[in-house]
């Protein structure tokens, strides 16, 4: 069972129907899903798509589709049952257009100036998922509101945790590639002569230009250079 999601921005695109084509033709259990945020990267549903209603894009291939509310997390789970027993009953792929919303922009350079302030309040109040079942929640006394308090604290203590942890290893997997571009360029200016700007290899030390300065000072380069000078060495010889 394959599962494959992309925005509504994405389902214009030719390589799509491509997909529904040899994913119908071979009958393969696939469950497409189309997030129709109806803004993809920063333009509107209407202003970019002829045909609106992304669950009869693969109709074209024989392959049924479903429109649901994706901010409701009972439509999402019914549906997506049902599309998953028709893809591994052999019956081949199956299409849904899931609803949503996001409330901040395609990217942090994105201010999302093109809905207003109120339609995105609106949807958190009216739409918002979590509150959504919160509510439900609170209505049917399942939980109190100090329970589902400690519950959110918890989720975000780790989430806060994976974040950190996310952050620290992309600082070591940069020291790690500075650090062995460093010995390299090291190797070539002992064997040729040659004096390799990184700046133009890696466009973090145009940032930072202190980051190569930094890299020696915790010993980088010479461990790097050292487990590199056999194999560079034998192919600079040429050079040399």
Not at 167 to 196: D, H, I, K, P
Not at 212 to 230: I, Q, S
């Amino acid at each position: 069972m394959l599962f494959r999601s992309f925005g509504e921005g994405a389902a214009n695109q030719g390589q799509v129907y491509e997909t529904f084509n040899i994913a119908a033709l071979w009958k393969l259990p696939v469950l497409f899903v189309v997030e129709n945020n109806h803004y993809a990267m920063g333009t509107s549903v209407e202003r970019s798509a002829a045909q609106g209603d992304f669950a009869m894009r693969g109709a074209a291939f024989g392959i049924p589709g479903k429109q649901i509310d994706g901010m409701d997390v009972r439509c999402v789970r019914a549906a997506a049952a049902e599309a998953l027993d028709w893809a591994r009953s052999g019956k081949g792929p199956y299409l849904l257009e899931v609803q949503t919303y996001r409330y901040r922009g395609h990217s942090m350079s994105d201010p999302a100036k093109y809905r207003s302030k109120e339609e995105v309040q609106k949807m958190r109040e009216e739409h918002d998922p979590i509150e959504q079942v919160k509510a439900r929640i609170l209505g049917a006394n399942m939980a109190s509101e100090d329970d589902l308090k400690k519950i959110d604290d918890s989720i975000r203590a780790v989430v806060t945790e994976a974040a950190c942890i996310g952050a620290l290893g992309s600082l070591v997997g940069l020291m790690v590639y500075l650090a062995l571009f460093a010995g390299v360029a090291e190797l070539v200016r002992a064997q040729t002569g040659v004096v390799l700007d990184l700046r133009a290899w890696h466009p973090v030390l145009w940032i930072c230009p202190t980051a190569m300065t930094l890299l020696c000072a915790l010993g980088g380069v010479v461990p790097a250079a050292k487990a590199y000078r056999t194999p560079v060495a034998e192919t600079l010889a040429p050079l040399s």
